[in-house]
């Protein structure tokens, strides 16, 4: 598994992960995604569109990393599933916790639009 950080305008931290979100990604990711999500606010953008597979050890990976961001003051969301990832997030109920956008540019949309809400 893969993750790659890039920052778009007024702030947004994109982050890509790429890859499979089973046991051995999920490991391998978890203190990443933690280490550059959970230690500061930031407004987080977590592209999936390259995630292809999705487990119970990634779900909680991305649920503790958004919770960490919202006791920050931050927001954390997800853009881009593909069409398996997305089911997944729907079955488990994550879309509640975790906003989930179509696209990148609708999640930075939508953080842009909870900053100036506050």
């Known amino acids: 598994m893969d993750l790659r ?3 778009l305008a007024d702030g947004v931290e994109k982050i890509t992960l ?3 979100m089973d046991s051995i990604g999920g490991h391998d990711i978890n203190l990443r995604l933690a280490a550059l999500v ?3 606010k930031l407004l987080a953008v977590v592209d999936l ?3 292809s597979f999705l487990a119970s050890i990634g779900i909680r990976t991305l649920v503790i ?3 960490a961001q919202s006791m920050r003051g931050g927001v954390m969301a997800l853009a881009n599933p593909q069409p398996v990832v997305a089911e997944v997030l729907k079955m488990a109920g994550i879309d509640t916790i975790i906003p989930v956008y179509p696209d990148v ?3 930075w949309c939508a953080l842009m639009a909870s900053t100036e809400s506050r």
């Open 5 to 7: 950080s890039e920052q």
């Open 65 to 67: 990393n958004a919770r």
């Open 38 to 40: 959970g230690s500061r």
């Open 49 to 51: 569109s390259e995630v």
């Open 18 to 20: 790429v890859g499979r």
């Open 105 to 107: 540019d609708s999640a």
